[in-house]
């Protein structure tokens, strides 16, 4: 009995991280298509949370970070060592700050600016520690593909705050980030690893 509720909780769980997942990316999708008098190229994705329909991109965001917390605590039950609770700690401070950028508009700058980088950053972190002590995770070669992404993508943001560079726009490689965040959110969600029956 206690078994057949353990599967329950875990299938609600898993359902809950993928409808997230899908709103995240139903929201990021819509809001381009409402905003059309915004930049695709230019404008970073958090400016389409303000104004017309923001409340879409708002729940968006708070989804990214429930979806991200729901895969963290299937991380918690998969865990082995003291490595993987690193991983998950990393996981959830990225949904924190994807809650952060929720909470706080765009105009509300350091709060706001402070979440986004620990998404954006902290994000590729906790797949790049889930490739190197994870081998046997069914989705390593997925996770590691959107892991080398997702750090190039902050590592070129950072380059531009800098002012290294001025290869391409802030605001697209912003979006390319957080499209392969949704993408990996979603497919995660939807193909996640099952904990082992005890």
């Known amino acids: ?15 809950l991280a993928v409808i997230a997942a899908l709103w995240f990316c139903f929201s990021i999708i ?3 298509y409402v905003r ?21 991109l708002t729940l968006g965001f708070y989804s990214a970070g ?35 950028v929720a909470l706080f508009p765009y105009p509300i700058k350091l709060p706001h ?17 889930r490739v190197v002590l994870r081998r046997d995770d069914s989705l390593w070669t997925f996770s590691a593909t959107i892991a080398l992404l997702c750090s190039l993508g902050f590592l070129l943001m950072l380059g531009d705050g800098m002012k290294i560079f001025d290869l391409l726009s802030f605001g697209f490689i912003q979006k390319a980030e957080i499209i392969c965040i949704a993408l990996w959110l979603l497919f995660y969600s939807w193909l996640m690893p099952v904990p082992q029956a005890v």
């Open 1 to 15: 009995m206690k078994q057949v509720n353990k599967e329950k909780r875990d299938r609600v769980c898993q359902c």
């Open 30 to 32: 819509l809001l381009h």
């Open 36 to 56: 059309d008098d915004l930049s695709l190229w230019h404008t970073t994705l958090s400016i389409y949370a303000v104004g017309p329909a923001g409340w879409v």
């Open 66 to 100: 429930i979806s991200q917390a729901l895969i963290a605590y299937r991380y918690y039950q998969l865990r082995s060592s003291t490595g993987d609770l690193l991983t998950i700690g990393v996981l959830v401070l990225a949904a924190v700050g994807a809650i952060l």
């Open 113 to 129: 600016n402070t979440g986004a980088v620990m998404q954006l950053g902290l994000f590729p972190l906790s797949l790049l520690l």
